[in-house]
């Protein structure tokens, strides 16, 4: 009888040798039936949460996803390790499609990949009804909530999963969800007796740097000199400068592609191929481009405009250093960005939608605009905390001025609890500033002993105070009740004088001095290794990959290859030693990597 527990599926089927920050624990919560929700981040390994269940359990997993190019990567990548899965969407034809449903009424799979439409639609719930189930994973779970940055009606509907399978373990999972993103989904889907399983956030091989945009093409060129031969994706928020930007770089002599929903989608699926396949270096792409993309070996990712939101740029940050080696994301930001944004939103006819967007623009302002530790205010945007800064940003790197802010912070506190904490930013700094307005006269907030006290800063240099009180802890903005301030318990001591506080001078950011203070290396400090045995590796891959028509980071991913010319196996036992090499890919690929290395 072959070893169905969690570790072995893991090792033999995977190649990993142990378990990663929360997986073993969820794994086994889902293989006893218990339903669970996941916040882990990209590259944590959420989908070996739900795959490693879905192989110990009896029955097919039915896995919710998304996106084609999602699933498709996901099945590859399994049948790579010798995993019976398939995916079933739009993307198939007749008789594709009848394929795989043949193969899920005959149990010949164990894993199947389909979109929430289709999973929803007349008669398919009923056809599950006649299938042993093993467990249902709803992966990027944020696309449920209205709360969260990608919401999609069709993900609302997945309650119905609880109604029509109340005793088929659910679990959902996502890379991105502040506080209210995850009530909501927790709610909709039905898993309030689910256990919740909340990984930091924190991607400590990703380096941040924002510089404002000035010369943004030729900041960019700058930037990519540092990444030579390396892959990475530029995200551009219209298709007109996706194209402009990928034919610049083109003319530069650098391989890179256009990617955006304007394109044709043979042309689409080329690009996405190439990038995937290493035939192309750089991705030039809208938001359209990454979500689900496994490509572990992505050294770095420019955002060219602002995004919209900390969740969307989080994620689409995420999706370098997949492999946990050093990355860095770069994000040139302009005034004028943030004005367009703002415009943009304010069309939305829906009100609610309109606030929740204009909130979420507004935190990633005051990222941009941040000076304190940019890493501490992308964890305390999902609630997490960190004592130390990152040493592994642009603000850490050239730390900005600093100034005894503790009479400041004590007057902007008093002004948030005189105001019953029930106003906003921009209300409690003109009351601050002693502003005479016919909003504060009506409310007679010009009788307040705070009102005025404020008069000697301009109203940029409260907002910055503002913010940072946020970044740190002081102030909660309430997203769900129209975004106003209300202290913590962490004022209360600052405001009675028993602690006192430094915050960093605000300033007009100006450009990027260059860097004299080495990273810390958080990013896992890898023993050293043969660059050359590497590069040997990295050629061979690339060979099998052609062959095969698949991306090299399905024959084995950059990590792997470095531990393999750390290790320098000699045979098929110690090259199970290496992490990533599992029983199908040692008898596929063992013997020519073998003998790539003895060579």
Known sequence: MSDKSSLNILQTTFGYEAFRLNQEAIINKLITGENSFVLMPTGGGKSLCYQIPALARNGIAIV???????????VDALQANGVAAAYYNSSQDSQQAKQVLAKLHAHAIDLLYIAPERLLSDGFLE???????????????????????????DYARLHLLRQHFPNIPT??????ADLQTRKDIIHILG???????????????IRYDVLEKHQPFTQLTHFLEKHVDESGIIYALSRKRVEQISAKLQANGLKA??????????????????????????????????????????????????????????????????????????????????????????????????????????AMISFSEATSCRRKILLHYFDESMQDDCGNCDVCLNPPEKFDATKDAQKALSCVYRLNQSFGIKYVIDVLRGMDNERIRSRRHEQLSTYGIGAEYSEEVWGSIFRQLIHRGFLFQDIANYSILKLTPKARPLLRGEQSLELAKPHIRQKSKKNKVEAKKKAANHAPYNQDLFEKLRVLRKKIASELDVPPYIIFGDATLIHMAQLK???????????????????????????????
Request: charged fraction near 25%; include cysteine.
């Open 171 to 176: 679990i959902a999972l996502t890379a991105t």
């Open 191 to 205: 898993l309030e007796h689910a256990t919740q399983h909340i990984s930091s956030f924190d991607r400590p091989n």
């Open 569 to 599: 196996p000699s045979n098929n036992e110690e090259m199970l030693a290496v992490n990533g090499v599992g029983e199908v890919k040692l008898e596929r690929f063992g013997t020519v990597f073998l003998d790539c290395l003895r060579s």
């Open 257 to 362: 592609c256009a990617y955006h929903a304007g394109i044709a989608a043979s042309q689409r699926e080329h690009a996405q191929r190439a990038f995937l396949k290493d035939d192309i270096n750089i991705i030039v792409a809208t938001v359209a481009f990454g979500m689900g993309i496994d490509k572990p070996n992505v050294r770095f990712v420019v955002h060219y405009d602002l995004p919209k939101s900390i969740e969307g740029y989080y994620q689409e940050t995420g999706r370098a250093g997949r492999d946990n080696l050093p990355s860095e994301a770069l994000l040139l930001s302009g005034t004028q960005d943030m004005v367009m944004a703002r415009r943009l939103i304010e069309q939305n006819s829906n009100e609610q939608q309109k606030r929740i967007e204009l909130h979420k623009l507004n």
């Open 127 to 153: 056809r599950l009804s006649n299938i042993d189930i093993a467990l249902f994973a709803i992966d990027e779970a944020h696309c449920v909530s209205q709360w969260g940055h990608d919401f999609r009606p």
């Open 64 to 74: 919710v996803s998304p996106l084609i190019s999602l699933m498709k990567d996901q």
